[in-house]
């Protein structure tokens, strides 16, 4: 029963960590002026990698995009939408854990897709974003391709043997 309970807590922790995590990331993004907008880079998605490795990253990068998106200022279908967005890529990226070793950094493929489909409505409709869905879901894409997939694989590779050695 201790060991079940101290699994419970791990898990917990980090999923906490996640979204704190997330947060920080988040607004240190803004704080370049990358977070939000048709041109955005937000280092947090990097994260959206951890749920190959631990299923309890799902609600800390929810949580996290939530609370980020409501810290931003963002309007309420950004807060609900976006963060459905990272929801759904969280969910991707778990569901691709079982890929060859070698594939596991295209886990965040799909972080990449499901922000640069759902993000440009949200963009286009909350905050009034003009230039076309396809114009600026090629400029998110490109954003999420260089945070959740560049970063992403980077930091994939970085925490990769150290979560195989049981030291995260």
Not at 4 to 30: E, F, I, P, Q
Not at 31 to 58: D, K, N, W, Y
Not at 59 to 68: D, E, Q, R, T, V
Not at 138 to 149: H, N, Y
Request: glycine residues 12%; aromatic residues 12%.
């Amino acid at each position: 029963m201790k060991r079940k309970n101290h699994d419970y807590v791990r898990g917990l922790t980090r999923g906490a960590l996640t979204g704190a995590l997330y947060v920080l990331l988040t607004y240190l993004s803004s704080l370049l002026g990358l977070s939000s907008g048709v041109v955005q880079l937000r280092i947090s998605e990097m994260l959206c990698i951890l749920p190959i490795f631990f299923p309890e990253a799902i609600p800390g990068l929810f949580i996290g995009c939530f609370i980020s998106n409501i810290i931003a200022g963002g309007v309420i279908w950004d807060v609900i939408f976006g963060s459905i967005a990272t929801l759904i890529g969280a969910f991707g990226a778990y569901f691709m854990r079982k890929l060859p070793r070698k594939l596991l950094p295209l886990a965040t493929i799909p972080t990449i897709i499901s922000n640069s489909a759902i993000i440009p409505l949200v963009l286009i409709y909350a905050y009034g974003a003009e230039g076309g869905f396809f114009p600026i879901m090629i400029t998110v894409a490109l954003g999420e391709m260089l945070s959740a997939g560049v970063l992403g694989a980077v930091f994939y590779y970085s925490i990769r043997r150290p979560i195989e050695k049981g030291l995260i």
